[in-house]
């Protein structure tokens, strides 16, 4: 049983940090692209970075370039969401997601399992 589990969200001030993990268990973790997605109130759900299989190649929507850092480490399984600066139109639920393949997309439909979701909120 494939299981994506997230850790780490709550409620920050704006400005403030957080670091989401999310740990994998029941798939070949090492060889498959992992992203992050997030759903804010009454809005769709959206791509925030992606990363390849090995960690060489990163991507970000273009609201959370140079604040946050996606990061893997393959020997434990997981992967991190390191969030700087943040803002109030951060808050969201936050979900992690396994890719069908090494390479990362911003597509929803190129990732096979996704995880619980984890709240973020960011007050002003």
């Known amino acids: 049983q494939v299981q994506l589990v997230e850790s780490g969200g709550g409620l920050v001030q704006a400005g403030g940090s957080l670091r989401l993990s999310c740990t994998t268990s029941g798939r070949a973790f090492s060889t498959e692209a992992m992203g992050w997605f997030r759903q804010a109130p009454g809005k769709e759900r959206e791509f925030v970075a992606g990363i390849n299989w090995n960690g060489g190649i990163v991507d970000y929507v273009d609201s959370v370039k140079g604040r946050f850092t996606i990061s893997r480490d393959n020997a434990k399984n997981t992967v991190h969401l390191q969030m700087n600066s943040l803002k109030p139109e951060d808050t969201a639920v936050y979900y992690c997601?396994?890719?069908?393949?090494?390479?990362?997309?911003?597509?929803?439909?190129?990732?096979?399992?996704w995880g619980q979701g984890t709240q973020i909120t960011v007050s002003s």
């Open positions: 997601a396994a890719g069908r393949s090494g390479s990362y997309s911003a597509y929803e439909g190129d990732y096979a399992y």
